[in-house]
């Protein structure tokens, strides 16, 4: 009986040995998972940019300024701006002469071809400022100007701002 009841007792014990180490690896899997989960779900937070985006980062501004272009009877041009990496953009024309002056402005595909594209000529007197946004999209941007009576010539400020 005495082997019986050890026989009894050690099936038991190796039963009960058993059912702690299931438990404590059952125990030990279901936190390390539950770590692992954790770790990948804020990690991946922190490291992986948004759905659609590049990240957190800064707009691009740009901006440049011709001062004192001086116009004439035949037509003069602002600098070309390169507007392919920008999402908006705009020029902003001052007359800081004493006669009016015509202005408008162009687009290119390729920074040879120029077109006003029906953009809309502006006359500006003597002081008077002007914003020029493009209605459509093409690679390059600039202002094109011309004395308004031939033979009275004025000077523009133009700038350029845009971001990206």
Known sequence: MAGENRGKNGEEDLYRAVLA????????????????????????RELSPPQG?????????????????????????STTADVSRLRTFSFFVHNKGSHPVMVQLEMSPDGATWNSFEELPYVLAPGEKQLLVPQY?????????RNLVPGLSSFLDVW?????
Do not use: H, M, N, W
């Open 160 to 164: 350029f701002q845009g971001q990206s």
């Open 21 to 44: 180490c299931g438990l404590a690896g059952a125990f030990l899997t279901c936190l390390l998972g539950t770590f692992g989960i954790l770790a990948v779900f804020f990690f991946k």
């Open 53 to 77: 985006g590049t990240g957190c980062t800064l707009p691009v501004y740009r901006s440049f300024l011709d001062r004192y272009l001086i116009t004439r009877d035949e037509d003069g041009f």
């Open 137 to 145: 999209f093409l690679r390059y941007a600039r202002i094109r100007f």
